[in-house]
C-alpha cells in the first residue's frame, strides 16, 4: 500500500522515505604534516574513522582520502592513491614555516 503525502504549509507535499543519501560538505582543514601516502590534519568538524574524503589540496592536487584515526580534533587520513613527488613537493611549498626536506625517488 502506498503512502499517502504528508501535508502541510510547504510548496510541495512531502512523501516518507527512509533511505541513505550522501551530504557533500565545504569544511576548511589545517595539514600538520603530510607524506605521499596521508596527512595528518585538524578541523573543528567531528569526524569518524572510517569516513571518505575528497581533499583540494595546495597545489591543486585532489585526493580522496580515508580518515584512519581521530584524536581529539586532529584525524589522519590515508589517500587511495598516493601523491606523487611533485604534488607532494606542492603542498610542503605552500607551507611558509617548512623545514627542509627531499623527495627520494
Do not use: Q
Not at 573543528?44 to 574524503?53: D, E, F, N, Q
Amino acid at each position: 500500500m502506498a503512502s499517502k503525502p504528508l501535508i502541510d504549509n510547504r510548496r510541495e507535499p512531502r512523501i516518507p522515505a527512509e533511505c541513505r543519501g550522501l551530504a557533500r560538505l565545504a569544511v576548511s582543514i589545517e595539514i600538520l604534516d603530510a607524506s605521499a601516502a596521508g596527512i595528518r590534519a585538524r578541523t573543528t568538524l567531528p569526524l569518524a574513522v572510517g569516513t571518505l574524503l575528497k581533499l583540494t589540496l595546495p597545489g591543486s592536487a585532489e585526493r580522496h582520502a580515508r580518515i584512519a584515526w581521530v584524536d581529539g580534533n586532529a584525524f589522519g587520513c590515508e589517500f587511495m592513491k598516493p601523491l606523487n613527488a611533485k604534488e607532494l613537493r606542492d603542498l610542503v611549498d605552500a607551507t611558509a614555516n617548512a623545514a627542509p626536506y627531499a623527495i627520494c625517488h
